[in-house]
């Protein structure tokens, strides 16, 4: 289905290989009830996450989907409290989603090299992938603060090609948001949507496909 072969796959990590909801809401919820807020709902939480903790914080303290970050003594605080919790339950709930280690083992094993490129910062992810035994499927992983910029700029799958020595048009990215699309397109990569992340409609993200588990892909790949 792809115009040009596909020499290597870079993968969103939340809500994409893995289901951290739990985990992040529970720290999310717990920065708030430092700050002497009220707890919000799974779903609401789960709106707000796909931009990196910093924002994330901006928008669960202020209870905002348009809330920006800032220096505000509130949201310092937040981030504070969030990272102090969230260290502590990084991988406690957080498990990959059906299929999606199935999936990484067979794409190792036809040679093709894999990286992880998320928002999340990368003091949680390189833990958080640890914990689970997800590192050892990846050549290269990225957290949102691992460069100057993360997705959706196209800065980090730029970096992934020239460090795996491949085309843009020979990297495949995979995601669950609008950031691992417009990043894709914007590098000049394809990109596949799963359907099951923290997205609302993944047939509305604009990918190339939308796929149900990552094991499915090697068949797309034939």
């Known amino acids: 289905m792809f115009s ?3 020499r290597a796959i870079a993968f969103d990590l939340d809500g994409t290989l893995v289901d951290s909801l739990t985990d992040i809401a529970a720290a999310a919820n717990a ?8 707890p919000l709902a799974d779903s609401r939480v789960r709106s707000f996450i796909g931009d990196g903790s910093a924002m994330l914080m901006a928008r669960t303290a202020q209870d905002d989907p348009h809330a920006q970050v800032d220096d ?4 310092i605080a937040a981030r504070a409290h969030f ?10 709930h957080t498990r990959p989603y059906p299929g999606a280690v199935e999936g990484l083992q067979a794409l ?3 040679g093709l090299p894999l990286a992880c490129v998320t928002n999340k910062p990368i003091a949680f992810t390189t833990p958080l992938l640890a914990a689970l035994d997800l590192a050892q499927y990846f050549q ?3 957290g949102g603060d691992s460069l100057a ?3 959706p700029d196209p800065l980090p799958l730029a970096h992934v090609a020239q460090a795996l020595a491949v085309a843009p048009a020979q990297l495949l990215m995979v995601g669950d948001s609008k950031n691992d699309v417009l990043a894709a397109r914007a590098h000049g990569s394809p990109v596949l949507a799963v359907s099951y992340g923290y997205t609302a409609s993944a ?9 149900d588990r990552i094991d499915q892909m090697v068949a797309l790949l034939g």
């Open 203 to 211: 047939s509305a993200l604009g990918a190339d496909a939308v796929i």
């Open 108 to 110: 190792a094993a036809l």
């Open 140 to 142: 290269l992983v990225l």
């Open 4 to 6: 040009t072969p596909i």
């Open 72 to 75: 505000s003594p509130l949201q």
């Open 31 to 38: 920065a708030r009830a430092e700050l002497g807020l009220a």
């Open 149 to 151: 910029a993360k997705k």
């Open 83 to 92: 990272n102090q919790h969230y260290a502590r339950v990084v991988a406690e």
